[in-house]
T-cell receptor, first 112, second 114 residues
Framework: DTAVSQTPKYLVTQMGNDKSIKCEQNLGHDTMYWYKQDSKKFLKIMFSYNNKELIINETVPNRFSPKSPDKAHLNLHINSLELGDSAVYFC???????????FGQGTRLTVV | AQSVTQLGSHVSVSEGALVLLRCNYSSSVPPYLFWYVQYPNQGLQLLLKYTSAATLVKGINGFEAEFKKSETSFHLTKPSAHMSDAAEYFCAVSESGGSYIPTFGRGTSLIVHP
């Protein structure tokens, strides 16, 4: 069983489109994250979310929004995609804020 | 505010040689520290973590790291490199000032020569 799963694994789309990336964790964790990894491998936190609190990295454009239908899911919606959004997006979860994060396999987004 | 600095974007070693990957952290309170490994086209996998217990932490695949508060360091070592160790390694810090959200260093690419 995959602990943190993301779909799709690859996503190629045109500028201006709206897309979503889904994330599910079956670990029973109460905190989930979205990270963006750029071409130089730098990992930047985008969002941290648990049942009570959403923490947004202030540098993330408001075209990006997390949606959590329940505790096990944290989807990422992106509106009006731009070339600079091309990157690998990772979903992760942790049992508690201080615990280690478990990562999904990543979604490689390419905007053309 | 929490931050992590990894010295050296690339480290090259021969198979069987000592591996040393450097990580220095900045934190206003006692932090939790982590090392992750990323193989090509995969997600990150936890190697080991420091959570204020023993300062010498042993992880998977023969890796270990030592927390040194006086030097604000958490360097990763392995006595003998294997070809399969070639990957990207990330140091991360988590503490209350950063809402415990893991903050990652820029990563170090480990290259292992036969």
């Amino acid at each position: 069983d995959t602990a943190v799963s993301q779909t799709p694994k690859y996503l190629v789309t045109q500028m201006g489109n709206d897309k979503s990336i889904k994330c599910e964790q079956n670990l029973g964790h109460d905190t989930m994250y979205w990270y963006k990894q750029d071409s130089k491998k730098f990992l930047k936190i985008m969002f941290s979310y648990n049942n009570k609190e959403l923490i947004i990295n202030e540098t993330v454009p408001n075209r990006f929004s997390p949606k959590s239908p329940d505790k096990a899911h944290l989807n990422l919606h992106i509106n009006s995609l731009e070339l600079g959004d091309s990157a690998v997006y990772f979903c992760a979860s942790s049992q508690e804020r201080r615990g280690e994060a478990f990562f999904g396999q990543g979604t490689r987004l390419t905007v053309v | 505010a929490q931050s992590v600095t990894q010295l050296g974007s690339h480290v090259s070693v021969s198979e069987g040689a000592l591996v040393l990957l450097r990580c220095n952290y900045s934190s206003s309170v006692p932090p939790y520290l982590f090392w992750y490994v990323q193989y090509p086209n995969q997600g990150l996998q936890l190697l080991l973590k420091y959570t204020s217990a023993a300062t010498l932490v042993k992880g998977i695949n023969g890796f270990e790291a030592e927390f040194k508060k006086s030097e604000t360091s958490f360097h990763l070592t392995k006595p003998s490199a294997h070809m399969s160790d070639a990957a990207e390694y990330f140091c991360a810090v988590s503490e209350s000032g950063g809402s415990y959200i893991p903050t990652f260093g820029r990563g170090t690419s480990l290259i292992v020569h036969p």
